[in-house]
């Protein structure tokens, strides 16, 4: 599905990804975790298409067609979906509204109907259910003075809506508590399918109970330094990002 | 070249969708402005002589008086002798129904959308439609007629009811009270005129398209509403006009008189011709409006939508004289290009506990500059009076500017007052947020900036507030990246 070949990007001429290679296959979940300033953040951006960031080198094709070509709301439309890290407020445009316009400007990408009042509101409601979101919380203003719990909520509540073939979960749990985090996670498990591919970006193995991985990879100074199981994943919670650095600092010296 | 700019490019290339003329033949004054072109206007319009002597003060008035230069504008100065002062669309007779409407005329509606026909048919909305100066249909006026409200042309009213145009005009805004005001007291053309009776509560929106046409020609709209005791009345406004390379003068008077417990709301969405990318052309628009809530619990409400002119001066105005009255004043003013706007509003509170609201939202882009002026002044025996302001700047792009004029006068300290003022930009990160769920640049765009003046949108009527929305995607189409 998604293919990350030698990928490099940089933002105001500093480089943060220095060469990433990934692979990942429909009905498959990633887990990306890393020390701070890895680089995880940036990858997610990079892959959603945010503009701060040059590629300068490397390729990275979804579904066999050329992703860094295309433009954020064409990946959006092509199925790439990004859980933001820090979702942005939208004074006065409700999660409904804002959702409706989403939809619709994708259906009318792949040649569908727009949806009808009914038929929208019906899918709402369905997949309110998934992410336990409250009705009230979706006519408030986007995200504003939402807690973090409900902004996450939101965006897994968008993801639910725009079911999306690859997702990337952009350290989705950072400031949760746990009760939301397992709210949170069971939405996304019950959106996996063979169909679909999650990324989970992550700092912690925390999420990882949750979200079980199929592969786990280390991003370090840019690279992807290691790739295991989730074994991996528990063996970092264990043992702290600090062997792996010097693992990884050993073998680039 | 950075993506805010590369997409302020792509915007400010946007021409104006509403561009065309009408070949009408004019029937129109000379150039020029003296006491002999006012009386030719007067005999034209077959007015009573204590309206022609009405004028002829009010442009002995104006002859005394200079421009104001106070506002945050800057624009030629107009050569006043260089305007034609009187031009009105040739027809037979009053027409009695659309049958009897030019058929060009009534073609310019429907590029504009606004097929009279249509409006009747569809929206129940009456119109009162106003090209070059002359009314050339009004609609409903039986169904208006029924329960005693008058709805029609300021000419007409001043035939048929001299007595109360005599009583009302100038009650609000004097002959004097300013440059612009003078000037249109002294040509004004035509306009509307709108009376309710006491107890009487208007079962639709009162509406008006205006339009400038011919060339050269001044547009000097004269607005009368009367609300009588108890009465209500919702009354809208709307323009656009064709493109055209030399500058258009309007200065417009709008007067508003609400008696004890009545209710006025005054709806404009303003898109005159701008200017093309460059600042050159577009409508000067110079206006007062003033409504006066004359008895106790009246109640004035003012709400508007500025997308057009090349330079606004306009401050939406309530007098709260009567006891317990109150004003409000929802403002959307969107600027782009060269345009200028200096608009905001003056609340004068009078009577005791009296309550006013001030809601700006002003949205600069493109080279544009944008002012809130506003003045909130309580006087004396104006005894447990409140204001709230709340004055909100978006900024799009690095080369626009927003300004913030509030004057506050206090004179009776149990008043209460709040000011809340905020400037943003839209940022980078709030579009990224929307492409990245599908949407693209310029759907994000509007959808926030409709998300941004929610409040005053919220405030028209349905139908308005459907095109208000439109014309603020249409204004800001790919304004940021």
């Known amino acids: 599905m998604l293919k990350i070949q030698n990928l490099h990007a940089s933002i105001e001429d500093k480089d943060i990804l220095r060469g990433i290679n990934l692979e990942v296959k429909a009905g498959e979940v990633h887990a990306i975790m890393g020390p701070n300033g890895s680089g995880k953040s940036t990858l997610a951006s990079v892959l959603a298409g945010r503009e701060d960031y040059e590629v300068s080198e490397g390729e990275a094709t979804f579904l066999g067609n050329d992703l860094l070509e295309m433009a954020p709301e064409e990946r959006a439309r092509e199925g790439v979906f990004l859980a933001f890290q820090y979702p942005v407020e939208i004074p006065g445009v409700s999660t409904t509204n804002f959702m409706k316009t989403a939809i619709n400007q994708v259906r009318e990408y792949r040649g569908q109907e727009p949806l009808d009042a009914v038929s929208f509101l019906t899918l709402m409601k369905e997949k309110m259910k998934l992410v336990d979101i409250d009705q009230s919380l979706l006519s408030r203003s986007l995200n504003e003075g939402f807690s973090g719990g409900e902004k996450k909520r939101n965006e897994i509540f968008q993801m639910a809506m725009l079911e999306p073939k690859l997702a990337i979960l952009d350290e989705t749990d950072s400031g949760l508590d746990i009760d939301a985090l397992k709210i949170v996670a069971n939405g996304v498990n019950k959106l996996k399918g063979k169909d679909n591919a999650t990324i989970v970006v992550t700092h912690y193995q925390r999420l990882l109970d949750y979200i079980v991985p199929d592969y786990v990879h280390v991003l370090y100074k840019g690279r992807i330094v290691k790739s295991g199981t989730k074994d991996l994943a528990l063996e970092l919670e264990e043992k702290g990002y600090d062997w792996i650095k010097e693992e990884a600092d050993a073998a680039t010296a | ?481």
């Open chain 2, 1 to 481: 070249m950075s993506k805010d700019d590369q997409i302020l490019e792509e915007f400010t290339s946007k021409e104006y969708e509403h561009g065309w003329t009408i070949d009408i033949e004019s029937e129109q004054a000379p150039k020029g402005l003296n006491e002999d072109i006012i009386r030719f206007i007067s005999a034209k319009k077959e007015e009573p002589e204590w309206l022609l002597e009405w004028r002829l003060n009010a442009f002995r008035t104006w002859s005394e008086m200079k421009e104001p230069l106070w506002a945050n504008v800057s624009f030629p100065s107009i050569n006043y002798q260089d305007i034609i002062y009187y031009s009105a669309p040739k027809q037979k007779a009053t027409p009695k129904s659309l049958d009897e409407v030019d058929p060009e005329l009534l073609d310019t509606f429907k590029k504009l959308g606004i097929s009279l026909e249509e409006q009747k048919r569809l929206t129940g909305v009456a119109v009162d439609a106003v090209i070059d100066s002359v009314s050339v249909a009004t609609t409903f006026k039986d169904k208006l007629a029924e329960l005693g409200i008058i709805f029609c042309s300021f000419s007409e009213a001043v035939k048929e009811h001299p007595e109360l145009v005599k009583k009302y005009i100038g009650s609000v805004v004097p002959v004097s009270d300013n440059y612009y005001a003078a000037l249109n007291s002294a040509v004004f053309s035509d306009g509307s005129f709108c009376y309710i009776p006491k107890g009487v509560r208007c079962p639709m929106e009162l509406s008006t398209y205006f339009r400038i046409n011919a060339a050269n020609t001044g547009q000097f709209e004269r607005t009368l509403i009367v609300a009588e005791e108890g009465s209500y009345v919702s009354y809208l406004e709307g323009c656009t006009a064709p493109m055209r390379d030399e500058n258009q003068l309007h200065a417009a008077v709008v007067e508003i008189y609400v008696k004890a417990d009545a209710e006025v709301k005054y709806s404009t969405v303003q898109n005159w011709y701008p200017g093309d990318k460059e600042g050159k052309g577009g409508i000067y628009n110079l206006v007062t409006k003033r409504g006066i809530c004359a008895g106790d619990n009246a109640k004035l409400s003012w709400t508007q939508v500025e997308t057009g002119s090349a330079v606004t001066w306009k401050y939406p105005s309530c007098i709260l004289k009567g006891d317990n009255s109150s004003g409000e004043f929802y403002s959307v003013a969107v600027t782009n290009n060269y345009q200028q706007a200096d608009t905001g509003t003056k609340m004068i509170h009078i009577g005791k506990n009296t309550k006013s609201r001030i809601v700006s939202k002003g949205v600069s882009a493109g080279k544009s500059q944008n002012s809130y002026r506003g003045q909130v002044h309580v006087m004396k025996r104006a005894e447990g009076s409140r204001n709230f302001s709340q004055c909100d700047s978006l900024l799009m792009g690095n080369n626009c500017g927003a300004h913030t004029f509030p004057y506050i006068d206090i004179e009776n300290k149990s008043a209460q007052v709040e000011h809340e003022a905020t400037t943003s930009k839209i940022g980078e990160d709030q579009i990224f947020y929307c492409t990245q769920r599908g949407i693209d640049e310029e759907s994000a765009v509007a959808l926030i900036v409709n998300g941004y003046c929610k409040e005053v949108l919220n405030q028209l009527p349905m139908e308005f507030a459907v095109e208000a929305q439109k014309l603020l995607a249409l204004t800001l189409e790919g304004s940021v990246g």
